[in-house]
């Protein structure tokens, strides 16, 4: 199941398996949907999807099943949906959550900007717009940017930057169409599973000196630092300086 590229191919194998078993094996009396709730959540692991879709799964059929026990209007499905991709985007294809940057964690992200250059700042998947507005009031005449695609949070983003403007700018577009040639630190809170391709285009990208930053780490690579921000999520931030000529055809 782990060679199958993207999440719903995935889990459409998790839930032919577990439907039919929890129908077959669960006694007469007992709601079936609790325990293909329970079997589709203890195979995220073994289909290799990240850890968030446990919770997903464990709620999906029980909530279904009892929303059609309601006949409920087919409008609100769709306008829960409308809402959920409004403020997520399409997590399910780009593999990114929603992700929010502790206080802590932006003190720790300002540490490394040096304070006696202005330098070009990039944020992959800005979520709203915390950490560029306030490493801007931080360090004026550096250049703050940011990519996201969610809608909502890119309004927020948008709002928060409007006071810096001039130092901020915040764009709604595909991180992996934007080029990360110029920037003296890329920071990325994205997820565990597109950092295996996010390196290789750092790899690619970036110029030799430039800093990578993520709260998670790189499969096989170790990184040049790696220090925790002690705050209430247990935030690790790790560092990849590029020691290499890029890679451009």
């Known amino acids: 199941m782990n060679g199958v590229r993207g999440p719903l191919p995935r889990l459409a194998a998790i839930y032919a398996f577990s439907i039919p078993l929890a129908v077959a094996v669960t006694p007469h009396g007992f709601n079936w949907e609790i325990v293909a709730a329970l079997c ?26 009892s929303s059609l026990t309601l006949e409920l209007s087919p409008l609100w499905p769709l306008a829960a949906l409308a809402l959920l991709a409004f403020v997520y985007g399409a997590a399910w294809k780009t593999r990114v959550p929603l992700f929010f940057s502790s206080d802590r964690a932006q003190d720790a992200v300002a540490a490394l900007i040096p304070v006696d250059r202005p330098i070009a700042f990039l944020d992959l998947g800005c979520g709203d717009g915390r950490v560029l507005s306030r490493l801007a009031t931080r360090r004026p005449g ?21 006071r810096v403007q001039g130092q901020c700018s915040v764009a709604r577009a595909d991180m992996w169409k934007r080029s990360l040639d110029g920037y003296d630190i890329v920071y990325a809170f994205l997820s565990p599973a597109v950092m295996e391709r996010l390196w290789t285009k750092a790899r690619r990208e970036m110029r030799p000196g430039a800093l990578l930053v993520s709260a998670f780490p790189v499969p096989g690579v170790e990184p040049d630092e790696s220090f925790d921000t002690d705050d209430l999520v247990g935030t690790r931030l790790h560092v990849w300086r590029m020691r290499h000529e890029c890679n451009r055809p």
Do not use: K, Q, T, Y
Not at 40 to 65: D, E, T
Not at 146 to 162: F, K, M, Q, S
């Open 40 to 65: 589709a959540a203890a195979l995220v692991p073994l289909a290799g999807l990240a850890p968030w879709w446990m919770a997903i799964n464990a709620v999906f059929l029980p909530v279904l099943s």
């Open 142 to 162: 550096s250049r703050f940017d940011g990519i996201e695609v969610a809608l909502a949070p890119w309004l927020l983003a948008r709002l928060r930057c409007w």
